[in-house]
Nanobody, 125 residues
């Protein structure tokens, strides 16, 4: 049973930074792709960033390039999202998710089999 538990959300002022974590358990994730999505009130869940566990290759949504960095710590089975230069538009619940590796990058929520419960990020102006 795969379990994903996010942490690290909170309230931050515009221009600030946060680092989200996602502790993964229940599998050996070496052949998995792990991702971050976010969902703001009244909006659909949107893709943020992805990482392939086995080689750390990454893929980002255009709106976060240069501000957010996805990474993983294999020994800890933990996924991270470092978020810098936050704006109020980044306010959302952030979710980590995972699926077994397939060729290509997938940005639709339905492509992912396992989800965490989410962590709230609020950016004040």
């Amino acid at each position: 049973q795969v379990q994903l538990v996010e942490s690290g959300g909170g309230l931050v002022q515009a221009g600030g930074s946060l680092r989200l974590s996602c502790a993964a358990s229940g599998r050996t994730f070496s052949r998995y792709t792990m991702v971050w999505f976010r969902q703001a009130p009244g909006k659909e869940r949107e893709f943020v960033a992805a990482i392939r566990w086995y080689d750390s290759s990454t893929y980002y949504a255009d709106f976060v390039k240069g501000r957010f960095t996805i990474s993983r710590a294999s020994a800890k089975n933990t996924l991270y999202l470092q978020m810098n230069r936050l704006t109020p538009e980044d306010t959302a619940v952030y979710y980590c998710a995972t699926r077994e590796y397939v060729l290509g990058w997938y940005t639709a929520p339905r492509a992912y089999d396992y989800w965490g419960q989410g962590t709230q990020v609020t950016v004040s102006s």
